[in-house]
């Protein structure tokens, strides 16, 4: 079982940098990862996702005639997603027990059980029946091992959790180089402006940023870009020293508003900072776009062809959205799936969650 001497290990420190630093994207779902491996697959050697992922990444690139993923199992322990399935009963839903019991006893029932395991997943408590495995599906050729049995990781105390997960954002993960587009249209006057102060706030506070798991770490990059209808100065900070911190949030704070809105050219500005970098595969570069209205100037159509003059030599970095006020997702969606980004919405519970979603895939 992991222990906090473990964690000190400088050997284990090593290795798990070594790991992390092969890594080109992050994703906080594993769902989403096997989606984006499968656009990106040309370009990626590996994926590290749950047996069942692979299976379905596999199905896909066989039906499409490309080369399947082979599975390789970790030697010393697994991790399971075998989540409870549970229902917190208070008097707001206690209406919504019965179905709940309903729909328990519909997923084990036998016929269900064997329809979750025709589509790849396990259905065993720790493995699976390999006589009834249908072939085409835990196919022996991908690497899937239908005598393995499964040694789950034995998970150690919370205090060591969240000493791992605290050591994971400052030492053990691949540094980020975040650039952190922020609207300061017109439309942001008020509540809006005054949230995205809130948010960043928190953000750059890492004493906050620390109860979210959102630190930053001494070999990250931070360029913070206000836009409206242009693009504005920005600010650059490279690593955690709490007096550059400091400086902008104070910067931040300064913020106003005005002018209307065109979420296309800070995006290109963005790319244009990357592609300025020399050692930009030494980071996870991302773009971190958070906006309350529609762009009623620019388009994807110019962002792709300003990205196709750049004549790259990496990979286009994700864009992701963050909505709040009245935000339009048409075009936040248009820009996500142009970079393999994502959305996230900031409306429903808060800027900070968001964030922390977000983080999930950086």
Do not use: C
Not at 8 to 27: A, K, N, V, Y
Not at 55 to 80: C, F, H, K, S, T
Not at 284 to 309: F, I, Q
């Amino acid at each position: 079982m992991l222990t906090r001497e473990h964690l000190q290990s400088p050997q284990l420190q090593q290795d798990i940098r070594d790991i992390f630093g092969g890594m080109e994207r992050g994703s906080g779902s594993s769902g989403w990862l096997k989606d984006m491996y499968l656009q990106k697959a040309g370009t990626l050697d590996a994926m590290f996702n749950y047996e069942a992922m692979i299976i379905a990444a596999n199905q896909e690139l066989v039906r499409e005639g490309r080369e399947p993923l082979y599975v390789i199992y970790p030697a010393d322990g697994l991790a399971i997603a075998d989540s409870t399935l549970g229902f917190v009963n208070t008097a707001a839903n206690a209406d919504k027990k019965e179905f709940f019991l309903k729909l328990r006893e519909h997923l084990l029932s036998p016929d269900v059980q064997e329809d979750i395991f025709d589509t790849g997943f396990r259905t065993g408590l720790i493995g699976m029946n390999p006589e009834k495995a249908d072939r085409d599906i835990f196919n022996p050729a991908w690497g899937i091992d239908l005598q393995r049995t499964i040694s789950p990781i034995p998970w150690p105390p919370a205090d060591v959790i969240q000493e791992s997960l605290s050591l994971y954002q400052t030492t053990f993960r691949k540094p980020s180089f975040t650039v952190f587009l922020l609207d300061v249209s017109g439309s942001m006057e008020g509540t809006g402006l005054a949230s995205l102060k809130k948010a960043m706030t928190g953000l750059l506070d890492q004493r906050t940023a620390g109860r979210y798991f959102l630190q930053t770490s001494s070999r990250d990059v931070m360029a913070v870009i206000p836009f409206n209808d242009r693009v504005q100065s920005g600010w650059k900070v490279p690593g955690n020293k709490p007096e550059d911190l400091e400086r902008l949030v104070d910067w931040v704070r300064r913020l106003k508003t005005s002018g209307g809105t065109n979420i296309y050219l800070p995006v290109m500005k963005a790319l244009e900072i990357f592609s300025n970098e020399e050692n930009l595969t030494d980071y996870l570069p991302a773009v971190l776009l958070m906006t309350d209205g529609k762009s009623n100037k620019g388009s994807l159509r110019e962002l792709e062809s300003y990205w196709k003059g750049l004549n790259p030599q990496f990979d286009l970095p994700p864009v992701f959205g963050v909505t709040f006020g009245e935000a339009d997702e048409t075009q936040l969606q248009e820009l996500a799936q142009f970079s393999t980004g994502r959305v996230f919405d900031g409306r429903k519970h808060g800027l900070e969650q968001a964030f922390r979603q977000v983080k999930g895939y950086n």
